[in-house]
Every structure is written in C-alpha cells, then in structure tokens.
T-cell receptor
Framework: AQKITQTQPGMFVQEKEAVTLDCTYD???????LFWYKQPSSGEMIFLIY??????QNATEGRYSLNFQKARKSANLVISASQLGDSAMYFC????????????FGKGNQVVVIP | GAVVSQHPSRVICKSGTSVKIECRSL??????MFWYRQFPKKSLMLMAT?????????EQGVEKDKFLINHASLTLSTLTVTSAHPEDSSFYIC???????????FGPGTRLTVT
C-alpha cells in the first residue's frame, strides 16, 4: 500500500499568490513524522518543514506552513507569497516509529510560478 | 552545519564497466547513510540503508551484488554500480543521519548515464 499520496497534477501559480500542495498518508503507527522537501531542477533535496505526529500545533517555517489534519491523515503544504524561485518539485515524506529514519516519499507535485 | 557532498555530480560510463559514487558528511559524523534512486520526474526510491561498520540493508528488489554499498567510516559511504547497463542510468542521491531516528541530510545527487 502506498504510504504517501500526492495526486495533484502540475500546478501553475501566479507570483505572490499562495499555493497549497496536498499530501495524504497511511500509517498505523501512532508515532510518525511528516516532511516536505523541495527539489529544484538542479536535483538537490531541500528540507522545508517537519511535523511530528504528537505536535499540537501546525508547523511553520517562514513562508511555509503545514496544514496538519491528523484525523484525515493529511499534511498539506502551504506556500505563501509565491516567488519565481519556488518553481520546483515538492515531495511529501513520512518516517514511522521511534529510532527509525527511513523515509517513504510521495510522487511529488510540480509547481511552476509564473510572473 | 550538516552538509553532505556527493562525488561525482555527473558520470558517463560504458556498458559493462563499474562506477563508484561517494557520499560524504562534511561537518558531522553519520552513523547511518541512505542511498536513493530517482528516475526522471519520479519519486525517490530507497535502495539501501547503511550503518557504519556493518553490512548495508537493501530494500526489496534491489540487487546487493549489483549495487555494492560500503560505509567504512562515519563520514563516507560509497555506492558502486557493478557491470553497469543503460537501465542503471538514473539520478542517485545519498543522505546521512547523525543517529538513528535523526533527520536526514541529503547530498546533491549524482547523475549516472550508461552508454
């Protein structure tokens, strides 16, 4: 079964607008962590934001925020005030359990920011 | 801190030859390193997990005799693609963690082309 699901097609976003990237996950482990990474065309994986399963508040990092809905098993990424440099692939990933740092990645969302 | 490098960034080799890719943690000691493979416009697929001083743990479907992984020190892991074939052409990314359960820091990736 797929652990992380990202089903949105490629997205075009107007510069300065906000964009939401969907991510749903599947786990029976009560302890898990959710990550979002950005991968520009150069290929490197850039860590954006992390949400732990026991965190009471939604994670925020600058222009990135995570809309964590535990009951729905979703962890959507919101990018506010999009910039041209935000054009990239965005991957949602999950780590299950304590002491385990194996990551399962979703298929990614392509975002293109247009001026 | 937490910088991971990979060498080479790009390599082209002939079919039947072997190629070695290095992954180094530059400013921290990594007890665990991971090797991923990424096809164009696809997600990252975990190939194997390597712990310093012990044999790597390979994911299902990954040939350990084909993809040799060595984690001889706390700052270096190598992936050797043996008897490479065109279907081995891919983007290979490593990541490193200080301890089990810690965050993974990703290298910039190596693009392998087998002709």
């Amino acid at each position: 079964a797929q652990k992380i699901t990202q089903t949105q097609p490629g997205m075009f976003v107007q510069e300065k607008e906000a964009v939401t990237l969907d991510c749903t996950y599947d786990t029976s482990d009560p302890s898990y962590g959710l990550f979002w990474y950005k991968q520009p065309s150069s290929g490197e994986m850039i860590f954006l934001i992390y949400q732990g399963s026991y965190d009471q508040q939604n994670a925020t990092e600058g222009r990135y925020s995570l809309n964590f809905q535990k009951a729905r098993k979703s962890a959507n990424l919101v990018i506010s005030a999009s910039q041209l440099g935000d054009s990239a692939m965005y991957f949602c990933a999950m780590r299950e359990g304590y002491g385990n740092n194996r990551l399962a990645f979703g298929k990614g969302n392509q975002v293109v920011v247009i001026p | 801190g937490a910088v991971v490098s990979q060498h080479p960034s790009r390599v082209i080799c002939k079919s039947g030859t072997s190629v070695k890719i290095e992954c180094r943690s530059l400013d921290f000691q990594a007890t665990t390193m991971f090797w991923y493979r990424q096809f164009p416009k696809k997600s990252l697929m975990l190939m194997a997990t390597s712990n310093e001083g012990s044999k790597a743990t390979y994911e299902q479907g990954v040939e350990k005799d084909k993809f040799l992984i060595n984690h001889a020190s706390l700052t270096l892991s190598t992936l050797t693609v043996t008897s490479a074939h065109p279907e081995d052409s891919s983007f290979y990314i490593c990541s490193a963690s200080r301890l089990a359960g810690d965050e993974q820091y990703f290298g910039p990736g190596t693009r392998l082309t087998v002709t």
